[in-house]
Nanobody
Framework: QVHLVESGGGLVQAGGSLRLSCAAS????????VTWHRQAPGKQRELVAV???????NYADSVKGRFTISRDNAKNTVTLQMNSLKPEDAAVYYC?????????WGQGTQVTVSA
């Protein structure tokens, strides 16, 4: 059974940083594409960052240059380092991975950014 757990969210002032982590059980991140998404109140969930099995990364334009996605194969975790946070980055952040046509999501971690 696949289980994803996000952590690291919290309240931060604009300009600050947070480091989100997604820990997995039942699935190996290193051979999958793992993504981070976010959903703000009243808005659709949006893709924030991607890391593929070969380590290629990609980012939404809104976070490019500020967020960094990385993977720790030994710990089977994917991290999202978020710097220079803006109020518009506030959302619930989710990690996601797919396998055999099924998509798996964690419960999310709340990020709040005060102006």
């Amino acid at each position: 059974q696949v289980h994803l757990v996000e952590s690291g969210g919290g309240l931060v002032q604009a300009g600050g940083s947070l480091r989100l982590s997604c820990a997995a059980s039942g699935i190996t991140f290193s051979i999958r594409t793992v993504t981070w998404h976010r959903q703000a109140p009243g808005k659709q969930r949006e893709l924030v960052a991607v890391i593929t099995s070969d380590g290629t990364t990609n980012y939404a334009d809104s976070v490019k240059g500020r967020f960094t996605i990385s993977r720790d194969n030994a710990k089977n975790t994917v991290t999202l380092q978020m710097n220079s946070l803006k109020p518009e980055d506030a959302a619930v952040y989710y990690c996601n991975v797919a396998r055999s046509g099924s998509a798996y999501w964690g419960q999310g971690t709340q990020v709040t950014v005060s102006a």
